[in-house]
């Protein structure tokens, strides 16, 4: 049995928590101070061979407040000299960067980043477009350097456990994947999720998470067929996309920032069928539905808010001399990229970041 996203280690069956160090403590730089900089760095300090150490914004201020609040030894912030995240580069103490920037700031803070010899957990998107990706991944690779695209999905118990079971035969031969993932995000065009420059929308903010599901279980697809609405900014406010593979299989994602949805997958298999509960992204359990016999139930608790996973993984390869992991690799991401590059060419969505390649 082969995974499509090998399992990392803290996701194996009997592993030992991921907050246990996997070796020496590995030296944190956070690059923003949003809200999934605080989400993940809550979890970042539950690690034990984490070293919280510097923490940069645009806003001095806000760099100050969120290393008071987290534990970190320095903040950096813009001033006249030198932007808050050329300082934060520039500490030689800083081993690691975590990138949690909108989108379409991705690229050159990773850039950026791997120019001064860190390692770079970014968030995903990995950048805006393939090119930017390819860039990345080349300059990593000539430096010697880890980078990975944080999809934290990937690297969670339930998501390995449940693929794990549709590898081995547990539905049976797969014929079709459903996901959705969606909210109503109340209009606003300076907010990062309604402003092209940031690289906002549904598709960049929110499909990797239904197309993990997709991914994991059937692969990357023959065909992409995309449907969708963008507003008069050019955002795109939602999207379907259907995923072609061979033998008539096929794979429907759908991701809104108009409406809120049951936010699962179900998987159907000839003897049966599998459906996560809780938002597909996290879930905190699923439930198999043979064709034959009795549903049955599998639960999985959370370790602080399940971003520990990825953290660890991370962590571990940064302290093993891995340049890339397994579970989240270079070519996953770039081929990821390229097939919302083609949802995007479909649909006829652009960002700024576009004219530079």
Not at 54 to 82: L, T, Y
Not at 187 to 205: F, I, K
Not at 308 to 320: K, S
Request: overall charge negative.
């Amino acid at each position: 049995m082969s995974l499509r996203f090998p399992t990392p280690p803290c996701a194996a069956p009997n592993a030992p928590s991921p907050l246990s160090a996997t070796g020496r403590p590995v030296r944190w730089g956070v690059v923003s101070t949003g809200r999934i900089a605080h989400t993940v760095t809550s979890d970042l300090a539950l690690l034990e061979d984490s070293v919280l150490h510097a923490v940069s914004s645009r806003d001095a201020r806000r760099a100050a407040a969120f290393a008071s609040e987290h534990g970190f030894a320095s903040s950096h912030g813009d001033d006249a000299e030198r932007t808050g995240l050329a300082a934060l580069l520039a500490d030689p103490d800083v081993e690691a960067v975590y990138i949690a920037t909108p989108h379409g700031q991705h690229f050159e803070a990773a850039r950026q980043a791997l120019a001064a010899g860190k390692h770079v957990l970014c968030e995903k998107s990995l950048t805006i477009n393939a090119a930017e990706a390819i860039e990345l991944v080349e300059l990593a690779r000539t430096r010697g350097l880890f980078l990975m695209e944080a999809v934290w999905t990937r690297f969670l118990p339930a998501v390995h456990r449940a693929l794990e079971l549709i590898d081995s035969g547990g539905l049976g031969d797969i014929s079709w994947v459903r996901a959705d993932l969606g909210f109503p995000a109340p209009y606003d065009r300076t907010w990062r999720l309604w402003d092209p420059a940031a690289g906002g929308g549904a598709l960049l903010d929110l499909a990797v998470y239904p197309l993990t599901w997709a991914l994991g279980t059937l692969g990357f697809p023959h065909s992409v067929q995309a449907a969708g609405h963008l507003n008069d900014d050019g955002v795109d406010t939602q999207e379907s996309l259907t995923l072609g593979y061979g033998s008539g299989v096929q794979a429907q994602l759908l991701c809104s920032l108009t409406g809120a949805g049951p936010r699962e997958a179900v998987i159907a298999g000839s003897t049966g069928w599998l459906r996560t509960a809780g938002p597909l992204n996290n879930p905190s359990s699923f439930t198999v539905h043979p064709l034959e016999g009795e549903p049955r139930t599998e639960h999985f608790e959370p370790v602080g808010r399940n971003y520990v996973y990825e953290l660890r993984e991370a962590t571990r390869c940064i302290q093993q001399g891995l340049l890339e992991s397994p579970t989240m690799s270079w070519s996953d991401s770039v081929d990821t990229m390229h097939l919302l590059d083609g949802v995007r060419k479909q649909l006829g969505i652009s960002y700024p970041n576009d004219a530079a390649r």
